[in-house]
């Protein structure tokens, strides 16, 4: 019995890395169950497993999946009911997101944002490819970057073409277990080359005609850093599905809706037409800013459209 770390999962197989830095191809004992989570993989990378190693052909069999200390899940799309673990064990998550080339939503980001907050881990914003932007793109950035910061969310100003806060975010992710999301195109897989030399992964240029990227990576990989720790580069998503929230939870998601609910006249309000309502108050008077409070709107109306 040995224990390891898997750092790749490919639905049924597995890469375990164990006794420091060996690194052995796993399957699943068939009765293996993981309790508590319903999802379409039982194990995710960032899991810490034991295994019967086979010293003849030198693969393992995982026989069990130790306790997590968290995990955050996505959903193939907003609706869907299939949910899958994207990774364990995370010390924080980082969604990166460009101005232009391709532009990210705010909806994006505050889902993502929402489902790390639901997952209780923290979660930074790295806005990439500055060295593209002009003055226009420059003031968006700049804008948003108030918005989260306000908030409380960690933002970094990066590029990988002039290297501008490299260093920074380098020493953030630092002997930590760092998951990177972000839609496709805006540079994941190139921060990890520039970052670790020797992963020599695949980058792509991003398709003009759809100002996207063509979804290069295709499961969540956990690389080491010479720097100490983990990246885990996720697969190019176009969307990030909120896992299942009880309706009256969303708001608990979004800390400054959250923060300013206790001042609700009603212990359940939603921050809809109910009177009395603070959140409203807050966003008529800029407090909360009314993009925030329209990706919560969005959010619920998901919630609605599942019971009907
Ligand atoms: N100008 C500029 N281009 C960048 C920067 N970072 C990445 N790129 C380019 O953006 C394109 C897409 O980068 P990738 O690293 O493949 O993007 P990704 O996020 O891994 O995309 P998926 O794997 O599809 O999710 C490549 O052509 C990179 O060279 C940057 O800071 N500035
Ligand atoms: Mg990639
Ligand atoms: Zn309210």
Redesign the pocket.
Do not use: A, Q, R, W
């Given at each position: 019995m040995e224990k390891g770390l898997v750092i790749k999962s490919t639905g049924s197989r597995y890469k375990v890395l164990f006794d420091q830095g060996k690194i052995v191809d796993c399957t699943i004992k068939g009765k293996l169950r993981v309790k508590e989570i319903r999802t379409t993989n039982p194990i995710a990378v960032g899991d810490h497993v034991l295994f019967d190693y086979n010293t003849v052909d030198f693969t393992g069999i995982i026989t069990e999946v130790l306790d997590r200390k968290n995990y955050i899940v996505r959903k193939s799309s907003n609706l869907s009911k299939h949910s899958q673990i994207l990774a364990a064990n995370l010390d924080q998550v980082f969604l990166?997101v460009?101005i232009i080339?391709p532009e990210t939503p705010v909806e994006f980001i505050d889902r993502f944002l929402a489902t790390a907050e639901a997952y209780r881990v923290p979660a930074k914003i790295i806005f990439?490819?500055?060295?593209?932007y002009g003055e226009r793109e420059l003031k968006r950035m700049e804008f948003l970057i108030a918005l989260y910061s306000k908030i409380g969310y960690e933002c970094f100003r990066?590029?990988?073409?002039?290297g501008e806060n490299t260093a920074l975010l380098e020493n953030t992710m630092k002997n930590k277990i760092n998951l990177l999301s972000?839609?496709?195109?805006?540079?994941?897989?190139?921060?990890?080359?520039l970052f670790n030399p020797t992963l020599n992964?695949?980058?792509?240029?991003?398709s003009d005609y759809h100002k996207q990227?063509?979804?290069?990576?295709t499961f969540p990989e956990m690389h080491p850093m010479p720097f100490g720790g983990y990246i885990i580069?996720?697969?190019?998503?176009r969307g990030f599905g909120v896992i299942d929230m009880d309706r009256i939870e969303i708001y608990h998601f979004f800390p400054e809706i959250f923060r300013k609910s206790n001042e609700c006249r009603f212990y359940n309000c939603l921050h809809l037409e109910e009177p009395g309502c603070a959140v409203r108050s807050s966003v008529e008077n800029g407090d909360i800013d009314p993009l925030r409070y329209r990706s919560y709107l969005n959010i619920l109306e998901d919630d609605n459209r599942k019971y009907r």
């Open positions: 990166m460009t080339l990439n490819k500055t060295d593209l990066l590029s990988l073409v002039t972000g839609n496709s195109g805006v540079g994941k897989t190139t921060l990890l080359n992964l695949k980058t792509e240029e991003i990227g063509k979804h290069i990576t580069d996720t697969p190019g998503i």
